[in-house]
Protein backbone atom coordinates (compact mmCIF):
# COMPACT_ATOMS: atom_id res chain seq x y z
CA UNK A 1 0.00 0.00 0.00
CA UNK A 2 1.19 3.48 -0.74
CA UNK A 3 2.40 5.15 2.02
CA UNK A 4 -0.18 8.26 1.76
CA UNK A 5 -2.90 6.04 2.13
CA UNK A 6 -2.07 5.23 5.81
CA UNK A 7 -5.31 8.18 6.28
CA UNK A 8 -7.20 5.66 4.36
CA UNK A 9 -6.69 2.83 6.97
CA UNK A 10 -6.88 4.85 10.12
CA UNK A 11 -10.30 6.23 8.76
CA UNK A 12 -11.65 2.33 8.25
CA UNK A 13 -10.15 1.84 11.71
CA UNK A 14 -12.27 4.10 13.45
CA UNK A 15 -15.25 3.10 11.30
CA UNK A 16 -15.15 -0.56 12.46
CA UNK A 17 -14.22 -0.08 15.93
CA UNK A 18 -17.21 3.12 16.42
CA UNK A 19 -19.55 0.44 13.99
CA UNK A 20 -21.04 3.51 12.58
CA UNK A 21 -19.92 6.06 9.68
CA UNK A 22 -21.71 8.68 11.42
CA UNK A 23 -19.56 8.53 14.61
CA UNK A 24 -16.19 7.78 13.01
CA UNK A 25 -16.72 10.78 10.75
CA UNK A 26 -17.39 13.05 13.62
CA UNK A 27 -14.31 11.41 14.99
CA UNK A 28 -11.89 11.92 12.56
CA UNK A 29 -13.29 15.63 11.51
CA UNK A 30 -14.85 14.82 7.95
CA UNK A 31 -18.39 14.61 6.51
CA UNK A 32 -19.96 11.46 6.04
CA UNK A 33 -19.57 11.03 2.28
CA UNK A 34 -15.80 11.94 2.56
CA UNK A 35 -15.68 9.38 4.61
CA UNK A 36 -17.82 6.62 2.32
CA UNK A 37 -15.74 7.44 -0.17
CA UNK A 38 -12.60 6.74 1.50
CA UNK A 39 -13.75 3.09 2.27
CA UNK A 40 -14.94 2.49 -1.00
CA UNK A 41 -11.74 3.24 -2.51
CA UNK A 42 -9.65 1.42 -0.04
CA UNK A 43 -11.62 -1.76 -0.62
CA UNK A 44 -11.38 -0.71 -4.36
CA UNK A 45 -7.37 -1.11 -4.26
CA UNK A 46 -7.61 -4.32 -1.63
CA UNK A 47 -9.79 -5.86 -4.22
CA UNK A 48 -11.68 -7.52 -1.01
CA UNK A 49 -14.68 -5.70 0.84
CA UNK A 50 -13.51 -4.89 4.19
CA UNK A 51 -17.30 -3.26 6.23
CA UNK A 52 -20.82 -4.77 5.42
CA UNK A 53 -23.09 -2.39 5.97
CA UNK A 54 -26.81 -2.22 6.09
CA UNK A 55 -29.43 0.68 6.46
CA UNK A 56 -28.95 -0.11 10.66
CA UNK A 57 -25.30 -1.20 11.11
CA UNK A 58 -21.81 -1.51 10.38
CA UNK A 59 -19.42 -4.16 10.89
CA UNK A 60 -16.38 -5.65 9.78
CA UNK A 61 -16.14 -8.91 7.50
CA UNK A 62 -13.73 -11.38 8.52
CA UNK A 63 -11.12 -9.65 6.44
CA UNK A 64 -12.27 -6.14 7.77
CA UNK A 65 -11.88 -7.89 11.35
CA UNK A 66 -8.43 -9.20 10.65
CA UNK A 67 -7.09 -6.26 9.02
CA UNK A 68 -8.55 -4.07 12.06
CA UNK A 69 -6.82 -6.54 14.83
CA UNK A 70 -3.52 -6.72 12.83
CA UNK A 71 -3.11 -3.00 11.75
CA UNK A 72 -4.61 -0.90 14.59
CA UNK A 73 -2.32 -2.10 17.41
CA UNK A 74 0.89 -1.27 15.13
CA UNK A 75 -0.44 2.44 14.15
CA UNK A 76 -0.83 2.67 17.64
CA UNK A 77 2.01 1.85 18.11
CA UNK A 78 3.38 4.13 15.42
CA UNK A 79 1.49 6.85 16.78
CA UNK A 80 3.11 6.73 20.39
CA UNK A 81 6.50 6.68 19.23
CA UNK A 82 5.71 9.76 16.96
CA UNK A 83 4.40 11.20 20.94
CA UNK A 84 7.89 10.24 22.34
CA UNK A 85 10.04 11.74 19.40
CA UNK A 86 8.26 15.10 19.99
CA UNK A 87 8.42 14.87 23.25
CA UNK A 88 12.36 14.17 23.57
CA UNK A 89 12.20 17.58 21.07
CA UNK A 90 11.04 19.71 23.73
CA UNK A 91 13.90 17.84 26.26
CA UNK A 92 16.86 19.88 26.27
CA UNK A 93 19.15 17.52 25.29
CA UNK A 94 22.75 16.96 23.37
CA UNK A 95 25.85 18.06 24.22
CA UNK A 96 27.59 21.61 25.14
CA UNK A 97 31.35 21.89 24.66
CA UNK A 98 32.69 24.75 27.18
CA UNK A 99 36.49 25.81 27.95
CA UNK A 100 37.52 27.16 31.20
CA UNK A 101 40.23 27.31 32.99
CA UNK A 102 40.45 25.49 36.20
CA UNK A 103 39.56 28.07 38.45
CA UNK A 104 36.41 28.60 37.08
CA UNK A 105 35.59 24.90 36.39
CA UNK A 106 35.83 24.25 40.27
CA UNK A 107 34.52 27.67 41.66
CA UNK A 108 31.58 28.44 39.30
CA UNK A 109 30.83 25.86 36.46
CA UNK A 110 31.17 22.45 38.48
CA UNK A 111 29.18 23.47 41.73
CA UNK A 112 26.23 25.31 39.68
CA UNK A 113 25.93 22.14 37.01
CA UNK A 114 26.11 19.83 39.59
CA UNK A 115 22.97 21.23 41.11
CA UNK A 116 20.95 21.15 37.60
CA UNK A 117 22.37 17.67 35.77
CA UNK A 118 20.21 15.35 37.66
CA UNK A 119 17.43 16.94 35.81
CA UNK A 120 18.59 16.76 32.79
CA UNK A 121 20.06 13.15 31.86
CA UNK A 122 19.82 13.81 27.96
CA UNK A 123 22.48 16.44 28.54
CA UNK A 124 26.08 16.17 27.99
CA UNK A 125 28.56 18.54 29.36
CA UNK A 126 32.24 18.72 28.40
CA UNK A 127 34.50 20.81 29.96
CA UNK A 128 37.93 21.54 28.73
CA UNK A 129 40.68 23.36 31.22
CA UNK A 130 42.79 25.50 28.82
CA UNK A 131 44.33 28.65 29.92
CA UNK A 132 45.06 29.52 25.90
CA UNK A 133 42.63 32.03 25.06
CA UNK A 134 40.66 29.24 22.08
CA UNK A 135 39.17 30.69 19.53
CA UNK A 136 35.90 28.71 20.22
CA UNK A 137 34.22 28.94 16.86
CA UNK A 138 37.22 27.05 15.73
CA UNK A 139 37.82 24.59 18.05
CA UNK A 140 34.14 23.78 18.55
CA UNK A 141 33.59 24.71 21.52
CA UNK A 142 29.69 26.01 22.11
CA UNK A 143 30.90 28.00 25.35
CA UNK A 144 34.34 29.64 26.24
CA UNK A 145 34.68 31.20 30.20
CA UNK A 146 36.98 34.01 30.61
CA UNK A 147 37.12 37.16 32.22
CA UNK A 148 35.16 39.73 30.77
CA UNK A 149 37.61 42.24 29.85
CA UNK A 150 39.07 38.64 27.88
CA UNK A 151 35.94 38.55 25.35
CA UNK A 152 35.80 39.44 21.90
CA UNK A 153 33.40 42.56 21.27
CA UNK A 154 31.83 39.95 18.67
CA UNK A 155 30.63 37.39 20.98
CA UNK A 156 27.08 36.96 23.13
CA UNK A 157 28.74 37.48 27.18
CA UNK A 158 26.92 36.85 30.36
CA UNK A 159 27.94 36.87 33.41
CA UNK A 160 28.78 34.05 35.65
CA UNK A 161 30.65 35.74 38.85
CA UNK A 162 31.52 39.42 40.47
CA UNK A 163 34.73 40.91 39.63
CA UNK A 164 37.71 39.46 40.20
CA UNK A 165 40.38 40.42 42.81
CA UNK A 166 44.14 38.97 42.89
CA UNK A 167 46.78 38.84 45.19
CA UNK A 168 49.90 38.10 46.05
CA UNK A 169 50.49 35.49 48.52
CA UNK A 170 53.31 33.36 50.24
CA UNK A 171 53.91 32.01 53.27
CA UNK A 172 55.28 33.34 56.85
CA UNK A 173 58.22 30.64 56.71
CA UNK A 174 58.94 31.92 53.20
CA UNK A 175 59.03 35.82 53.80
CA UNK A 176 60.93 35.62 56.83
CA UNK A 177 63.86 34.68 55.03
CA UNK A 178 63.19 37.87 52.85
CA UNK A 179 62.80 41.52 52.69
CA UNK A 180 59.09 41.97 51.95
CA UNK A 181 58.24 43.34 48.49
CA UNK A 182 57.21 47.19 48.53
CA UNK A 183 56.62 47.56 45.02
CA UNK A 184 57.15 45.40 41.95
CA UNK A 185 60.15 45.78 40.96
CA UNK A 186 61.08 44.28 44.30
CA UNK A 187 59.82 40.98 43.36
CA UNK A 188 63.57 40.08 41.28
CA UNK A 189 64.35 38.93 44.29
CA UNK A 190 61.81 36.67 45.29
CA UNK A 191 61.42 32.95 44.18
CA UNK A 192 58.07 33.66 42.47
CA UNK A 193 55.43 30.60 40.79
CA UNK A 194 55.06 30.89 37.36
CA UNK A 195 51.87 29.97 35.35
CA UNK A 196 53.06 28.97 31.74
CA UNK A 197 50.65 29.83 28.82
CA UNK A 198 49.93 27.49 25.56
CA UNK A 199 49.54 30.11 23.42
CA UNK A 200 52.98 32.23 23.08
CA UNK A 201 54.64 29.70 24.90
CA UNK A 202 55.92 31.99 27.61
CA UNK A 203 54.56 32.83 31.40
CA UNK A 204 52.09 35.21 32.23
CA UNK A 205 52.73 38.79 32.94
CA UNK A 206 51.63 39.40 36.91
CA UNK A 207 49.14 42.52 35.74
CA UNK A 208 49.75 45.14 38.34
CA UNK A 209 48.32 48.13 39.28
CA UNK A 210 48.00 51.36 41.31
CA UNK A 211 46.10 54.18 40.73
CA UNK A 212 47.31 55.45 37.72
CA UNK A 213 50.24 52.99 37.68
CA UNK A 214 49.95 49.87 35.56
CA UNK A 215 52.99 46.94 35.56
CA UNK A 216 52.88 43.87 33.77
CA UNK A 217 55.23 42.63 35.95
CA UNK A 218 57.93 39.35 34.34
CA UNK A 219 58.91 37.33 37.19
CA UNK A 220 61.07 34.41 37.62
CA UNK A 221 61.62 31.18 39.76
CA UNK A 222 61.74 27.58 40.50
CA UNK A 223 58.61 26.06 39.66
CA UNK A 224 56.18 26.84 36.80
CA UNK A 225 52.63 25.19 36.26
CA UNK A 226 49.92 25.30 33.96
CA UNK A 227 47.09 25.58 36.15
CA UNK A 228 46.06 28.14 39.43
CA UNK A 229 45.38 25.58 42.24
CA UNK A 230 49.24 23.83 41.16
CA UNK A 231 50.63 27.34 42.21
CA UNK A 232 48.65 27.75 45.13
CA UNK A 233 50.02 24.40 46.63
CA UNK A 234 52.95 24.92 45.55
CA UNK A 235 52.89 28.59 47.94
CA UNK A 236 51.16 27.00 50.58
CA UNK A 237 54.15 24.48 50.59
CA UNK A 238 56.21 27.27 50.84
CA UNK A 239 58.14 27.73 47.74
CA UNK A 240 57.72 31.22 47.11
CA UNK A 241 55.16 33.83 46.01
CA UNK A 242 51.75 32.98 44.12
CA UNK A 243 49.54 35.15 41.71
CA UNK A 244 46.49 34.18 42.12
CA UNK A 245 42.79 35.16 42.69
CA UNK A 246 41.89 36.97 46.24
CA UNK A 247 38.94 34.26 47.42
CA UNK A 248 41.15 31.42 47.03
CA UNK A 249 43.57 32.61 49.44
CA UNK A 250 41.12 34.36 52.13
CA UNK A 251 40.51 31.65 54.24
CA UNK A 252 44.45 30.82 54.27
CA UNK A 253 45.06 34.21 55.04
CA UNK A 254 42.37 34.78 57.68
CA UNK A 255 44.32 31.31 59.07
CA UNK A 256 47.31 32.33 59.04
CA UNK A 257 48.87 30.10 56.79
CA UNK A 258 49.08 32.59 54.10
CA UNK A 259 50.39 36.35 53.92
CA UNK A 260 49.15 38.65 51.14
CA UNK A 261 52.09 41.32 50.24
CA UNK A 262 51.47 44.06 47.53
CA UNK A 263 47.80 44.48 48.56
CA UNK A 264 48.09 47.67 47.01
CA UNK A 265 49.18 46.55 43.62
CA UNK A 266 47.01 44.11 43.11
CA UNK A 267 44.40 44.95 40.82
CA UNK A 268 40.41 43.68 40.69
CA UNK A 269 39.29 42.35 37.22
CA UNK A 270 35.78 41.94 35.32
CA UNK A 271 34.89 39.06 36.66
CA UNK A 272 34.00 35.18 34.42
CA UNK A 273 32.20 35.37 31.71
CA UNK A 274 30.35 32.60 29.41
CA UNK A 275 29.89 33.79 26.19
CA UNK A 276 29.24 32.21 22.71
CA UNK A 277 29.20 32.73 19.24
CA UNK A 278 25.41 33.52 18.02
CA UNK A 279 22.15 32.79 19.46
CA UNK A 280 21.09 30.95 15.69
CA UNK A 281 20.47 27.46 16.70
CA UNK A 282 20.95 28.07 20.63
CA UNK A 283 19.56 24.90 21.79
CA UNK A 284 17.54 24.32 24.56
CA UNK A 285 20.33 22.84 26.42
CA UNK A 286 22.37 25.76 25.59
CA UNK A 287 19.27 27.47 27.94
CA UNK A 288 19.75 25.19 30.63
CA UNK A 289 23.22 25.39 30.83
CA UNK A 290 23.50 29.18 30.43
CA UNK A 291 20.87 29.92 33.17
CA UNK A 292 22.35 27.37 35.23
CA UNK A 293 25.88 29.16 35.58
CA UNK A 294 24.55 32.66 34.89
CA UNK A 295 25.68 35.39 37.62
CA UNK A 296 22.76 35.84 40.43
CA UNK A 297 24.11 38.49 42.49
CA UNK A 298 20.73 37.90 45.19
CA UNK A 299 22.12 34.14 45.81
CA UNK A 300 25.58 35.64 46.69
CA UNK A 301 23.79 37.44 49.48
CA UNK A 302 21.83 34.46 51.04
Given at each position: ???????????????????????????????????????????????????????????????????????????EEIEAELAAVAEFRDKPAGTIRITATDYATKTVLWPRLSKVLRKY????????????????????????????????????????????????????????????PKKPQDLTTHNCINLRLPTLGGFYPWELKKGNREVQARVEGQLAFNGTYQMLEAALSGYGLAYVPADLVQTHIAAGRLVWVLEDWCPTFPGLHAYYASRREFSRAMTVVIDAIRYRPEERKR
Amino acid sequence: MPRENYNDLIAFIAVARERSFTRAAAQLGVSQSALSHTIRALETRLGLRLLTRTTRSVSPTEAGERLLQTAAPRLEEIEAELAAVAEFRDKPAGTIRITATDYATKTVLWPRLSKVLRKYPEINVEIITDYGLSDIVADRYDIGVRNGDQVAKDMIAVRIAPDMRMAIVGTPAYLEKREWPKKPQDLTTHNCINLRLPTLGGFYPWELKKGNREVQARVEGQLAFNGTYQMLEAALSGYGLAYVPADLVQTHIAAGRLVWVLEDWCPTFPGLHAYYASRREFSRAMTVVIDAIRYRPEERKR
